[in-house]
């Protein structure tokens, strides 16, 4: 019997009526990790606390003076660097938020079988490294250039293709820099960890996760546009299978909160007493600067204004909100929403599409506020 990649991988589905959790996707979530949501209180995001999405597997790195990035295709001058080389260069640090494309898929109904996020894919980094606007000057791009095209180091079959992960980006994105494209070395200070893609990535301030390739080793230079799977196939927005759908691109805004007071274990719901209870969060949009924050303690009912610490000049990274919410016996469900410069503000219910992507829909925190004697 002849055997085949389909018989492994399958096409992309929604979860049936009822349908829980699979297997599949619980192998997945147990790969992959969010940021616990206390972890929002940090300004930046230990390594080991931000959202990591690994699509194949962790690639064998080979010691650091033996990995090569490559510079190739229409440029006049190729270019073959080692980590060292490029970190002899002049360095750029750039405070990024970066968030899973399908972060709140989970919640979706029908839910698209993949990943199950719920709201914690998210993370924010001081990411080290040279700007990619910088090589390709080096390299010289030749006249006819449309996009650049970025391969990683992991390898894997997605929906019966076998492939590389690669991404690609509009040859005047890839040069511009507002955002500083970055192929960086260093995370916080240290060197890239392994899940984080050492010993280079690219980071893409604004984007989703999808665009920031991990385990580096080419950047080519290519004078028609990329079709490959992850930007003709995957990361597109559709409703319906037959859709070409639009690509997904730019972080929609979002507001997430620490949930205040103690975790029930199992449900989550959280247990205060009564009175002044302080909430804070973090908010973030790769489409316009943050312009607003607005809490709920009614299930989105009615909203209240919170306070927005500046940006500190760190256009690319999350905003920490603060809020005093006056507690009162009973349940509750809290809420925060962003509102930004270009006028996109979070949805109460999500508009669904099949791969679950750009789900900026308000975060929902159950609280129970005790009695004064505490019963």
Sequence with gaps: MRRRLADVSGPARLAAPGEGLGQDELALAARNHGLPLEALRYDVTPPGLHYVLTHYDIPAVPDDDSWRLTVSGRVRRPLSLSPGELRARPAVVVRTTMECAGNGRA??????????????????????????????????????????????ADHGVERGVEQDYRRALALDVATGDDPEILVAYAMNGAPLPPQHGSPLRLVVPGWYGMAQVKWLRDVEVSDSPFTGFQQSVAYRIRRTPGETGEPVTLIAPRALLIPPGCPDFMSRTRVVGPGPVPL???????????????????????WEAA????????????????????????????SARAHDAAGHSQPLEQAWNRGGFANNAVQRVPALCLDPDGG
């Design 107 to 152: 919640l979706l109904s029908p839910r698209p079988v993949s990943q199950p996020w719920l709201v914690e894919a998210v993370g924010t980094a001081d990411w080290t490294g040279v700007p990619l606007r910088r090589l390709l000057d080096e390299a010289g791009v030749a006249p006819g250039a449309v996009d650049v095209v970025f391969t990683g």
């Design 280 to 302: 804070e969060g973090r908010a973030w949009s790769g489409r316009a600067p943050v312009t607003s924050v607005e809490v709920s303690a009614d299930g989105g009912r009615t």
């Design 307 to 334: 306070g927005l610490e500046p940006d500190h000049g760190r256009r690319w990274a999350w905003r920490r909100w603060t809020f005093v919410w006056s507690a009162t016996p009973g349940a509750h469900v809290l």
